[in-house]
């Protein structure tokens, strides 16, 4: 799903914000940034008439957005703004379940394999009408290899779309046509039983041709930007603040309560804390960002602080093609030198689960996992065995990444610790800012990264798929394997569920045999809030929407 920046609380990166899925903030929790479950914390509801509070929420961004484009867009801060300035075809609702949005209504052959959508009548926040073309033109552009989304992987559903990606087929070839300015007619490469939910997603979001084309730029500015959501841009002051106001031209504008979004940017967690408990902010923490750890107990003690279970994972990404991580028994040796429970128990402190497999137990593939935590007996011969494979007496340095957050950092100095202890390994500690680090990890510049993954979709294959291509967008370990890959492509073909999840649970296996990540902690979600804040929806996949939301 997405990248999580945090690490505690938050993917997509919650102590990590993450990719879809999802890395960045707080990505401890999706934490990678949430909780799995339906998250709507309150329903939605129309704020009373009489003594009405100014409708304007106070939030803080944990790191600047990297993009507002919700083709490029690849972790869970710019994901998040861009669910409320865009609108896709569908839109999960408090159900946690996809809803016409966009489109007012679609058809789906007998087949399985052609939808048909109806494009409602509504406009784009600078006039100009929506329509079908919008649909084709966002994602035949996300899947164009000079558009180099790291998200196009998820446009391979549709006919085509993986070959036109890779420069197999042209464009035109793509299963996606708009006949007419209210109708887009989609073909799918096999039966999808989640593409209406996938549709919710942002690679799926309609941008206006127009003003992608007029400047190049047109996703990094509040003067610039244009969608078709709740909400439009109305200030970014670059790693400063950010501002989101009401969309007047909104389909269901009379279902948005609140007048305005103000954003801040602090990347502290304390200083955010602090803010909250002074009434600068009515919210802190996931998803946005994360809780000081060492906050936490007083404020479970207080009963002041919600946690909430998502379908994240949180892990560390090898890279495979630099030494000494270019064995698997030296790879292998480092995960199982890691006390996963210590950390929850010490740290993390808000349920999360140690994490011996890749997907999270909402979407499980096998419940015992593939490892045993802290598996020092394996760990010192399995790092023995490699070492020698390498002809190697002593390791190389080791450098252990990770973008700036509390909880990031003290996770990395706890496994530093531990690496230190059970393996006699030193390792250094590399701390980078969220966008700079994004940049580093796909292009190789690491050795040890962390990463979080919020799903995109409640299905294994979501996070699976990541892996599948040694340069696919959200690799980053340079890692492949055909019987990976193999495996994964019959999971597509395979109409029995139960085959079909035996084929995936194979296919990790496989990833976990070859260990070209390392597991850590399945996400929650940890936050607290003005209780004055009512409608906030916080989906099971560490999404939130603020379209329902408004001030009591």
Known sequence: ????????????????????????????????EQPAGNTQTQAPAAAPAAEKKPQVLKMNLHSEPPTADPGIAEDTTSGAVILATF?????????????????????VSDDKLTYTFKIRDHKWSNGDPVTAKDFEYAWKRALDPKTASNYAYQLYYIKNGEKANKGEAKLDDVGVKALDD?????????????FLELLAFRTYFPVNQKVVEGNEKWAGEAATHVGNGPFKIETWEHKSKMVLVKNDNYWDKDNVKLDKIEFSMVEDENTELSMFENGELDWAGAPMSALPTDAI???KE???????????????????????????????AFAFAVDRQGLIDNILQTGQIPATGAVPPSM????????????LEAAKKMLEEGMKELGISKLPAITLSYNTSEAHKKIAEAIQDQWKKNLGVDVKLENKEWKVYLEDLHNGNFQVGRMGWLGDFNDPINFLELYKDKMGGNNDTRWENPKYKELLNQSALEGDLDKRKQIL???????MDDMPIMPIYFYTQSWVQNPNVKGVQMTGLGDVDWKGAYIE
């Open 87 to 107: 609108d896709g075809l569908t839109r999960i609702g408090g159900d946690e379940k996809p809803h016409e949005a966009a489109a007012e209504s679609y058809t």
């Open 505 to 511: 649970a194979d296919a990790e296996q496989v990833l």
């Open 364 to 375: 499980v593939l096998n419940p015992n996992g593939y490892f045993k935590d802290n598996d």
């Open 1 to 32: 799903m997405k990248k999580n920046i945090f690490a505690l609380v938050s993917s997509v990166a919650v102590l990590g914000t993450a990719l879809a899925g999802c890395g960045g903030g707080q990505e401890a929790a999706k934490p990678a």
């Open 302 to 332: 207080q009963n002041k602080i919600t946690t909430k279970p998502i379908a994240g994972t949180y892990w560390y990404k090898f890279n495979t093609e630099k030494p000494p991580f270019n064995n698997v028994k030296i790879r292998k």
């Open 182 to 194: 209210k109708t887009l007619e989609v073909k799918l490469e096999n039966p999808t039983p989640y």
């Open 297 to 299: 107990p007083a404020l």
